[in-house]
């Protein structure tokens, strides 16, 4: 028995195949800065660092590109460090940030950062 080669899909798999446009069509990226900040917290880590931190915060700039990154040894210490970025950022541009980005998960647990979704 001849099996057809990888490179061929067989004929069900040609019939069944869906064709979805790439993401890079459907969002367009900021362009000018504070338009959208995502942020994510992420940890609990197994191995903490040599401070004790066990958690650590990455808030991102889309239109610079810019990449802020705290180590933090509790996740109630996240909405404090994301304050003080913010307003600096803020000033720094002279404007508001226009759409922060989060999952609004379990990890995001203090009260305020349910006021800024």
């Not at 650590?56 to 210490?77: G, H, N, P």
């Not at 995001?108 to 979704?117: A, D, G, R, W």
């Amino acid at each position: 028995m001849r099996l057809p080669s990888r490179n061929s899909p067989c004929q069900t798999c040609n019939l069944t195949k869906i064709h979805q446009l790439p993401f890079e069509d459907q969002f367009k990226k900021a362009s000018q800065p504070l338009d959208c900040v995502p942020i994510d917290l992420f940890g609990l880590i197994s191995t903490p660092s040599i401070a004790g931190s066990r958690y650590f915060l990455i808030i991102v700039d889309e239109a610079t590109s810019l990449k802020i990154t705290f180590m933090l040894k509790r996740k109630t210490e996240a909405f404090d460090q994301f304050v003080i970025v913010k307003n600096l950022m803020e000033n720094q541009q002279n404007q508001r940030i226009k759409k922060l980005i989060f999952d609004r998960g379990g990890k995001f647990l203090h009260e305020e950062f349910k006021v800024l979704s």
